[in-house]
């Protein structure tokens, strides 16, 4: 049996192998080191410690480099070329990009709750709330609370748990949620785990969407919606839905929130007070994001509960929902951050200004304009045109069909092969009858091959 030492060394030399970074199930095969998971998780924490090694990402989507090699910090340098930052969210970036023992360690400031009126202060401009009306509006808006978003719920239940899992370092495709959710096929070559969040994200959906007007910013909403979407996640079976009993850190932070249950307790009841007086349904949204996380109220799961409770105030009043597409994870991670150890919203307020926008898009029945072509689908348009006509027409099933398109992506720049897996993939679940020619698919090709991916 290798001593500490030795084990310590055969991960160093592992990760220099990784140029664009290391899961910890890569660095275990490539050691060749007949070590617990738990254990190799404790190597690493030391290596990262003594600065030997950096991690991005957080539970299984974490990545590992070793320090020798400068990787890209893709985030930073191309966050404005994903959305677009204000100078003072480039400077909360560039506070929480420094290492962590070059940051101050920060409490919970209850002021930056207290001191927020609703309807009197606002995270959210005139000229930005404006903005978010015209692009969230649908033609429902005189129907019931709930009419719209139960009129898109298979497409956004596959959306929403995907994204929302995503953010968390979930590693299915958004193939694999769409098998998951609509045909009970977990992948194979994932872990019981990523599918328990996507079908724990499928339940807490349906129960925000499909319940009746007791849904809201109450005890009764939020505490079962972290019951949902907690539940089989946590070593504690008890603390689904129930209020935290005791510290918690936050990883890559130097935040520490509150530990007393008491002071949980009236904090948080403060957040659902203050949440259901606000009457701007996307002002009311962002609090949410920014309050909940914040207080981290719960064991965990709090930025997932976040990001779902976000889509009450949309649900009631039957605008776009808010699904997270497109958005990049480290940016939103830092966003949070820098609410944590800064007490700033800016980088936040922008990823989730961009987000909606992106997911108003694709949900809104009347558009108000059709907007600039996506540059990324204009320059792969030939490759997901070949791709997805070769799909359909050989009728092959959602498993062959992500196989092949994974290994189309891995032809391409690594930088491009994520986007251009879910490009192709949105488009598939996109197909219908009244669009499929543009594929030069015949009309039989298609039926052939929808009667195989609608097959339950």
Same mark, same amino acid.
């Given at each position: 049996m290798q001593d500490i030492k030795s084990q310590l060394e055969a991960i160093k030399k592992a990760l220099l192998q990784f140029t664009n970074g290391a899961t910890i199930e890569d660095i275990r095969s490539a050691t060749g080191l007949k070590i617990e998971l738990r254990t190799m998780q404790r190597r690493l924490v030391a290596l990262e410690e003594n600065g030997v090694i950096t991690s991005t990402g957080k539970t299984r989507g974490r990545l590992y480099f070793h320090s020798q090699i400068k990787k890209k910090p893709a985030t930073q340098e191309s966050a404005s070329d994903i959305l677009p930052l204000s100078s003072e969210s480039k400077n909360i970036l560039a506070h929480v990009s420094r290492p962590i023992q070059k940051r101050n360690p920060v409490s919970y400031n209850r002021?930056?709750?207290?001191?927020?009126?609703?309807?009197?202060?606002?995270?959210?401009?005139?000229?930005?709330?404006?903005?978010?009306?015209?692009?969230?509006?649908?033609?429902?808006?005189?129907?019931?609370?709930?009419?719209?978003a139960k009129e898109v719920l298979?497409?956004?239940?596959?959306?929403?748990?995907?994204?929302?899992?995503?953010?968390?370092?979930? %590693?299915?495709?958004?193939?694999? %949620?769409?098998? !998951?959710?609509? =045909?009970?096929?977990?992948?194979?070559?994932?872990?019981?785990?990523?599918?328990?969040?996507?079908?724990?994200?499928?339940d807490a959906i349906e129960f925000l969407v499909q319940s009746d007007e007791n849904i809201g910013f109450n005890r009764y909403t939020i505490l079962n !919606?972290?019951?949902?979407?907690?539940? #089989?996640?946590?070593?504690?079976?008890?603390?689904?839905?129930?209020?935290?009993?005791?510290?918690?850190?936050?990883?890559?932070?130097?935040?520490?929130?509150?530990?007393?249950?008491?002071?949980?307790?009236? =904090? =948080?009841?403060?957040i659902l007070d203050k949440a259901t007086k606000i009457k701007n349904p996307f002002e009311q949204a962002f609090f949410i994001m920014v309050q909940?996380?914040?207080?981290?109220? =719960?064991?965990?799961?709090?930025?997932?509960?976040?990001?779902?409770?976000?889509?009450?105030?949309? #649900?009631?009043?039957?605008?776009?929902?808010?699904?997270?597409?497109?958005?990049?994870?480290? !940016?939103?991670?830092q966003g949070m951050i820098g609410i944590y150890e800064l007490g700033r919203i800016d980088l936040l307020k922008d990823v989730f200004l961009w987000a909606y926008e992106r997911s108003a898009s694709r949900y809104a029945a009347?558009?108000?304009?059709?907007?600039?072509?996506?540059?990324?689908?204009?320059?792969?348009?030939?490759?997901m045109r070949a791709l997805i006509a070769d799909i359909v027409s050989s009728a092959q099933p959602p498993k062959e069909a992500s196989a092949k398109i994974r290994m189309a992506a891995g032809e391409l720049p690594q930088s491009?092969?994520?986007?251009?897996?879910?490009?192709?993939?949105?488009? !598939?679940?996109?197909?219908?009858?009244?669009?499929?020619?543009?594929?030069r698919i015949t009309p039989t090709e298609f039926k052939k091959w929808s009667a195989i991916w609608q097959k339950k």
């Amino acid at each position: 049996m290798q001593d500490i030492k030795s084990q310590l060394e055969a991960i160093k030399k592992a990760l220099l192998q990784f140029t664009n970074g290391a899961t910890i199930e890569d660095i275990r095969s490539a050691t060749g080191l007949k070590i617990e998971l738990r254990t190799m998780q404790r190597r690493l924490v030391a290596l990262e410690e003594n600065g030997v090694i950096t991690s991005t990402g957080k539970t299984r989507g974490r990545l590992y480099f070793h320090s020798q090699i400068k990787k890209k910090p893709a985030t930073q340098e191309s966050a404005s070329d994903i959305l677009p930052l204000s100078s003072e969210s480039k400077n909360i970036l560039a506070h929480v990009s420094r290492p962590i023992q070059k940051r101050n360690p920060v409490s919970y400031n209850r002021e930056f709750l207290e001191q927020y009126r609703p309807n009197k202060d606002s995270y959210l401009t005139e000229e930005e709330l404006d903005r978010l009306a015209s692009i969230g509006k649908t033609n429902k808006p005189e129907q019931p609370a709930g009419t719209y978003a139960k009129e898109v719920l298979n497409r956004l239940l596959i959306d929403l748990s995907w994204n929302s899992s995503r953010l968390e370092g979930n %590693t299915y495709s958004l193939l694999d %949620t769409q098998r !998951l959710i609509s =045909f009970g096929e977990a992948a194979n070559d994932k872990s019981d785990t990523d599918a328990q969040m996507i079908l724990n994200h499928k339940d807490a959906i349906e129960f925000l969407v499909q319940s009746d007007e007791n849904i809201g910013f109450n005890r009764y909403t939020i505490l079962n !919606l972290h019951a949902l979407l907690s539940n #089989n996640l946590l070593p504690d079976p008890a603390a689904s839905g129930r209020l935290r009993t005791h510290g918690v850190g936050i990883h890559q932070s130097v935040y520490e929130p509150l530990a007393v249950l008491q002071q949980i307790e009236e =904090f =948080f009841e403060l957040i659902l007070d203050k949440a259901t007086k606000i009457k701007n349904p996307f002002e009311q949204a962002f609090f949410i994001m920014v309050q909940l996380p914040y207080l981290q109220p =719960f064991d965990d799961v709090n930025k997932r509960v976040s990001r779902l409770a976000a889509n009450i105030s949309f #649900n009631r009043h039957n605008l776009a929902p808010l699904s997270f597409i497109d958005v990049p994870g480290d !940016l939103y991670i830092q966003g949070m951050i820098g609410i944590y150890e800064l007490g700033r919203i800016d980088l936040l307020k922008d990823v989730f200004l961009w987000a909606y926008e992106r997911s108003a898009s694709r949900y809104a029945a009347v558009r108000q304009s059709l907007g600039e072509p996506d540059p990324f689908r204009l320059k792969y348009r030939e490759q997901m045109r070949a791709l997805i006509a070769d799909i359909v027409s050989s009728a092959q099933p959602p498993k062959e069909a992500s196989a092949k398109i994974r290994m189309a992506a891995g032809e391409l720049p690594q930088s491009d092969q994520a986007k251009f897996t879910e490009a192709v993939e949105t488009e !598939l679940l996109s197909l219908h009858e009244g669009n499929f020619a543009r594929y030069r698919i015949t009309p039989t090709e298609f039926k052939k091959w929808s009667a195989i991916w609608q097959k339950k």
